[in-house]
């Protein structure tokens, strides 16, 4: 019976994967607040700046992660009853095995990241996912190959806590999040550090609402995909 439930799990997996098969439907999330740039005035607005660290959040902001969340789920729906996020064991097998099968780069964090690496800024993700339990490299190993990074990046896990003292340690001048909490916190690290949101694709698997504009930051235009 759990190897019937995890087969069709895969199928729709797959599914959900195609153009036009999405299982949720598509949402038109329009900001509130804040102030909407295109990526060609963000660069712009960084040519006076000196080479500085820079933090991205990493579902939904920096990769496509539903369907490793969802496969994971389903894997542990007996087990956890809905409570999956408490477990760590859940965080492991995203970590270190279905994100390298399952999550895909955005095309916004792409772009981001090289022009980050053409300035010869210092990149830091941060996430509030649990780090693998026993501790591993393969988050910062999978980014570093995505991203065609020159080294394997720092990789902060919070383990479902806020991540204000994250950002906070790292001193960054620009931070990349898709959540409201990743707004509300950078705020909270710093009121100095550039908030900037990610629109998260109307595709995502994670129903937790969002409010770009919520807390008057800067919204990055087009960067749902």
């Known amino acids: 019976m759990r190897q019937r439930r995890m087969a ?12 036009g098969c999405a299982s949720r439907p598509a949402s038109s999330v329009q900001p509130t607040g804040g102030r909407t740039l295109g990526i060609a005035e963000l660069e712009a607005s960084m040519a ?3 080479p500085c660290t820079v933090v991205f959040d990493i579902d939904d902001t920096t990769l496509y992660t539903g369907l490793a969340f969802l ?8 087990r956890d009853a809905g409570r999956y996020r408490d477990d760590r064991a859940f965080w492991t097998l995203i970590n270190d ?10 095309r916004i964090a792409r772009e981001l990241i090289a022009f980050h690496r053409q300035r010869g800024d210092t990149i830091v993700f941060v996430t509030s996912r649990f780090p693998s339990e ?22 902060i896990f919070t383990s479902q806590q806020p991540k204000t003292e994250a950002i906070r340690s790292v001193h960054p001048a620009l931070s990349y999040g898709d959540s409201d909490g990743d707004i509300a916190d950078t705020h909270e690290a710093d009121p100095a550090i550039r908030a900037i ?5 109307p595709v995502s698997y994670n129903e937790r609402p969002t409010t770009p504009g919520k807390y ?10």
């Open 71 to 78: 496969f994971a789920q389903g894997y542990f729906e007996e």
């Open 8 to 19: 069709m799990l895969v199928l729709l997996c797959a599914a959900a994967a195609l153009p």
């Open 48 to 50: 006076p700046l000196r």
């Open 197 to 201: 949101r990610i629109i998260r694709s």
């Open 134 to 155: 026993p501790a591993t490299e393969r988050t910062s190993l999978l980014l570093q190959r995505l991203f065609a990074l020159p080294s394997a990046p720092p990789v």
């Open 216 to 225: 008057g930051e800067e919204i990055l235009a087009n960067s749902a995909d």
């Open 97 to 106: 095995s279905l994100d390298a099968r399952f999550s895909k780069p955005k």
